[in-house]
């Protein structure tokens, strides 16, 4: 259960980071730059996040969701129970920030 200093901890650093950042149209997170980083090719952008949830710098909550991302932007490889997992965590995140 998330309690109500999360979510608004979560809504203030959504907003901080928003500033100055582009919405991606496939899996709407939040970037800056011309594309979204999860968008290029056969890059894996979250092969780092292991390194940087040992060092306590990156949760795992926020590891599944750059999965996600990446998961929504190569669909045709994916089946439809890993594409449905993702649209629901997204959403799942998009709905935490609205609270």
Not at 21 to 27: H, L
Not at 57 to 81: F, I, M, P, Y
Request: proline share 2%.
């Amino acid at each position: 259960m998330v309690t109500f200093h999360q979510k608004s901890y979560r809504k203030r650093r959504f907003c901080e980071r928003r500033k100055g950042m582009k919405q991606c149209n496939v899996c709407e997170g939040l970037f800056y730059g011309e594309e979204c980083p999860f968008g290029i090719g056969d890059q894996h952008p979250w092969s780092e996040d292991y390194v940087l949830m040992k060092t306590g710098k990156l949760r795992s909550d926020e590891h599944q969701r750059n999965v996600a991302r990446w998961v929504l932007h190569g669909a045709s490889e994916h089946t439809e129970g890993v594409l449905n997992w993702a649209k629901s965590l997204m959403q799942k995140e998009k709905n935490l920030l609205k609270m």
